[in-house]
Structures are given as structure tokens and as C-alpha cells.
């Protein structure tokens, strides 16, 4: 299975501020996603990280306030703008190896915004 | 889109005991699988099983795609198994990711 590394793994915001996830792998990979999960709920797809081109987005989010980029087969990020106390939650990068359909995870990022 | 259920959604036992964890689905599906979110929000995954069975150790699963079910059995419990436990699906048709349960939060006393 690839290797992800999801970085920051943590962080504590201010509101009105925005914060820039990155997620990297370490093998080329077909499907790059991100979900949110807010506290005690369960998880959430956001949008599919599309190499080259703008990102699809799941009903109730926007580019506006999630920007993702993916700039090759191996790196997204995902930013959070504007934040409000409301955003406090795991972001967590997904990918999907070429020709399989199974998906693993990277190991997250706990944003707090106060 | 399909929905996904869990059951229990909270589940407390004595460690040695078994449990098993319940995942109905509404509609027919490409890519079953079972995880096991640790208390730093890790997502470990546990097994890919879109049909059949599959055993792992204590772990075991089974996916009975035609009447669109999973069941995951943990035997022997440990306090490390506890944590929520998730069900995610993926029904093809398009570039959308995983669909997940609410999940089973499973608490083993020692």
C-alpha cells in the first residue's frame, strides 16, 4: 500500500484566517480525495483532487472556501479559508492506487479554530 | 446516493468477549471496506471486502453482497481493540470516494 504522509498533523487557527493541508504519497496514485470529519461524526468526502484541472466538490462544500490543488499524481493540498469556529475538524487526504479500488488514508489533520 | 448503516452504534464488553458489527448498504457496490479509527484519529484499514470472507488474527469478516450486508467479527477482545469502527462503500458510477457509516464505538473493559 502507498505511504502517505498528511502534514500538519495538527494546528490551532484563528478565525478569519486560512490553513493549507498538504498531503503527499509516495507512489503515483489514480484517485486522490479528502474528507472532513467534525467531531464525533462520522466522515465526509469533500471533493475529489483532480491532477491538472479544478476539483470536484460533494454538495455543501465550495472551492471558495476548500481550494484544492493537485499539481501531480503524487501531492494535494487542501486549504481551509475564512475559518470560523465551525471548521474545527480532521481533514483527512484518501488515495486510490491505479487499477484498484481500495483506499487508504493518510493519518490526518486536527484543526481547532478559536 | 446510498446509504450506509452501522449497528450498534455503541457496544461496551468485558476484554476475552466477541462482538460482531453489522453494515447494511442500500444499493449494490464496487469496494466494501472496514477500518478501525484509533483515539489520535488514525484510520487503519482492516479489510478490503466487497464480497466473500476474509480472516485477519482475531479479525473476520464477511460480505453477503446480494443482500447487501457485512458483518465484522472480533473474538477475544482486547482493550487495544477499542475505538470506532467504520463502514465505508463505494458504488462506482463516477469519481466520488467513499460513502461511511455513522460507525460502531466499541469500549473494551479490561
Known amino acids: 500500500s502507498a505511504v502517505i504522509s498528511q502534514k500538519p498533523s495538527r494546528d490551532i487557527c484563528q478565525r478569519g484566517t486560512s490553513l493549507t493541508i498538504q498531503c503527499q504519497v509516495d507512489?503515483?496514485?489514480?484517485?486522490m480525495f479528502w474528507y472532513r470529519q467534525q467531531p464525533g461524526q462520522s466522515l465526509t468526502l469533500i471533493a475529489t483532487?483532480?491532477?491538472?484541472?479544478?476539483?470536484?466538490?460533494e454538495s455543501g462544500f465550495v472551492i471558495d472556501k476548500f481550494p484544492i490543488s493537485r499539481p501531480n499524481l503524487t501531492f494535494s493540498t487542501l486549504t481551509v479559508s475564512n475559518m470560523s469556529p465551525e471548521d474545527s475538524s480532521i481533514y483527512l487526504c484518501?488515495?486510490?492506487?491505479?487499477?484498484?479500488?481500495?483506499?487508504?488514508f493518510g493519518q490526518g489533520t486536527r484543526l481547532t479554530v478559536v | 446516493g446510498i446509504q450506509v448503516e452501522q449497528s450498534p452504534p455503541d457496544l461496551i464488553l468485558q476484554e476475552g468477549a466477541n462482538s460482531t458489527l453489522r453494515c447494511n448498504f442500500s444499493?449494490?457496490?464496487?469496494?466494501l471496506q472496514w477500518f478501525h479509527q484509533n483515539p489520535w484519529g488514525q484510520l487503519i484499514n482492516l479489510f478490503y471486502?466487497?464480497?466473500g470472507t476474509k480472516q485477519n488474527g482475531r479479525l473476520s469478516a464477511t460480505t453477503v453482497a446480494t443482500e447487501r450486508y457485512s458483518l465484522l467479527y472480533i473474538s477475544s477482545s482486547q482493550t487495544t481493540d477499542s475505538g470506532v469502527y467504520f463502514c465505508?462503500?463505494?458504488?462506482?458510477?463516477?469519481?466520488?470516494?467513499?460513502?461511511f457509516g455513522k460507525g460502531t464505538h466499541l469500549i473494551i473493559q479490561p
Open positions: 484518501s488515495v486510490v492506487a491505479g487499477g484498484q479500488t481500495e483506499a487508504f
Open positions: 507512489s503515483q496514485v489514480t484517485m
Open positions: 483532487a483532480n491532477q491538472g484541472s479544478e476539483a470536484t466538490y
Open positions: 444499493d449494490s457496490v464496487n469496494n
Open positions: 471486502i466487497p464480497s
Open positions: 465505508a462503500v463505494y458504488s462506482g458510477g463516477g469519481a466520488d470516494g467513499l460513502t
